[in-house]
């Protein structure tokens, strides 16, 4: 294609564009909620995957060694902890250690403790993935020396629950928000293919390839696409500052700050927008042709 | 050259509009088609445009074969020809030289192209002075040259005229049926479609008329009386 041609057809786009100014902001208006929407439950999943990797650290399983394991056998144990599937990492806490942090905690109510030492020696475990909790908390119940494992199961359960249902509500609320963006965007253009018929028939009569008639609606829609994404990024982005900077659910546990996603979420709005834009604008073009056949 | 053989043209609904014709226009002839409406014109108009497609029978415009024409090969038929509409179909948001330039920058002319050939076309139905106007400024007899001068600018070799005085003042049809002499001397083939028997009658060219689907008459198989 000639760039003159090209110029030409995107002047075309435009001019259809403010020929339409009131459908064009009303289908930008109903675009923007859906693609902000869609942004929202982004962010509460990626919000619920770093609550859940949180919690993974917290949710960890302490073993502790039978009273006549020795200090070489500990590193033993360690290295054999390590090994087993499914395990993250192993921290060895001597029981003097141990007794040296709590120490800090309660003070000298457990002063003169060292000569009797009461507390056992500790690994505390984390796993890769929490569903297979039971079958990782027996192999370590099997390595010689462990007496006892403390650990919460039904927190683990719960996370594990929760996660995979923020995943599917997510995925299917983001998927049926595209069709409805795709199904608003067919129509503004729809309307935008009605009132430029005539110079459709006019192209059309004067030999204008069908491909060539349909270039500007692709352009108006790429055009209302990503408007809509620019719109709806910079309001999602205030918004969702200002919530996470005056809310705090946890001293240890926040919000992830907008920075962290800010190009996943541009990306996905930008592309999402043009996507739904040319495919809307490519459907609605389309159909009208087709009606009109010679 | 245009050539219909034994065309039939049936409408899905039933109505029969067009009942064998056979008809041949050469390379260079001035045309009038006369009938009147319902007599089957539009539907004659719309196969050479090819618009619609015979039921039956050969339809030939420009050497192009319309039976066997494909779809995708339709606009470089419809660039072979230029179309003058009753209405005269211009874009009222676009000015004259947009609008005649728009007919070009379809078949992607250049900018140098455009810039050489539009002032000379609206020179030629003497509209030059009004480029920048918009078409809702313009009288009707000048709108209708503003749309011979977009059918124009592609140097077709064949110009349909549709009515193309139907909404004009009567002395300004005459312009513009001058004017589509001018071209036809030039070489271009000219074909009117009309019901203006007047207007017919005071040019004495080639008059084929059609009635019922079929044609009754031909000027240029019956001689001249006279």
Not at chain 2, 106 to 125: D, K, Q, T, W
Request: charged share 25%; proline share 2%; aromatic share 10%.
């Amino acid at each position: 294609m000639r760039f003159n041609t090209f110029r030409f057809l995107v002047k075309e786009g435009v001019r259809s564009l403010r020929q339409n100014l009131f459908m064009s902001a009303a289908s930008i208006l109903v675009l923007v909620s859906c693609l902000l929407i869609t942004g929202c439950a982004y962010l509460v999943y990626e919000n619920v995957e770093h609550a859940f990797d949180w919690a993974y650290q917290q949710n960890v399983v302490v073993a502790y060694a039978k009273d006549d394991v020795t200090g070489e056998r500990a590193t033993a144990m360690k290295t054999e902890l390590e090994a087993l599937d499914n395990v993250a990492q192993v921290e060895y806490i001597s029981k003097e250690a141990l007794l040296e942090r709590y120490k800090d905690e309660f003070g000298e109510l457990l002063e003169d403790l060292e000569a009797d030492n009461p507390l056992q020696d500790a690994f505390v475990i984390s796993f890769e993935d929490l569903g297979l909790f039971d079958k990782t908390v027996s192999s370590v119940k099997t390595v010689e020396g462990v007496d006892k494992v403390d650990y919460d199961q039904a927190l683990s359960q719960t996370l594990v629950k929760v996660r995979r249902v923020v995943l599917t509500v997510g995925v299917w609320v983001i998927a049926l928000l595209l069709i409805v963006s795709l199904f608003i965007i067919a129509n503004t253009i729809k309307l935008t293919v009605y009132s430029r018929r005539r110079e459709i028939s006019i192209m059309r009569s004067v030999g204008a390839t069908p491909w060539f008639v349909r270039f500007p609606f692709m352009v108006e829609g790429i055009i209302l696409g990503s408007a809509a994404g620019v719109v709806s990024y910079g309001l999602l982005f205030g918004i969702y500052e200002v919530i996470r900077q005056n809310f705090t659910f946890s001293s240890s546990l926040e919000l992830i700050p907008f920075v962290a996603v800010w190009w996943q979420l541009l990306l996905g709005f930008l592309v999402g927008g043009m996507i739904t834009g040319v495919l809307g604008s490519t459907v609605s073009i389309g159909r009208y042709l087709k009606e009109n056949t010679d | 050259m245009i050539e219909f053989r034994d065309v039939h043209k049936t409408y899905e609904t039933g109505n029969e509009a067009l009942k064998g014709i056979d008809i041949t226009i050469e390379d260079g002839e001035f045309v009038f088609i006369v009938g009147a409406s319902g007599a089957g014109k539009s539907t004659f108009l719309k196969l050479i445009m090819r618009e619609e497609v015979a039921t039956s029978g050969e339809v030939v415009v420009s050497n192009f074969k319309l039976s066997k024409l494909k779809k995708r090969q339709i606009p470089y038929l419809r660039r072979a020809m230029g179309i003058v509409f009753q209405d005269f179909r211009l874009i009222d948001t676009m000015t004259v030289f947009d609008n005649v330039a728009f007919a070009m920058r379809v078949v992607g002319a250049s900018h140098r192209e455009i810039r050489r050939r539009v002032p000379y076309v609206l020179g030629l139905v003497g509209l030059q002075d009004k480029s920048k106007n918009f078409p809702p400024e313009l009288s009707g007899g000048e709108q209708q040259r503003v749309g011979l001068a977009r059918a124009l600018v592609n140097n077709p070799s064949l110009i349909i005229a549709d009515e193309p005085t139907g909404n004009i003042d009567p002395e300004l049809s005459y312009e513009i049926m001058e004017l589509l002499t001018e071209i036809n001397r030039r070489g271009t083939t000219v074909l009117v479609v009309t019901h203006d028997h007047e207007l017919v009658k005071s040019f004495g060219r080639r008059v084929i008329q059609i009635q019922q689907g079929q044609v009754v008459s031909d000027s240029k198989e019956v001689p001249h009386e006279v």
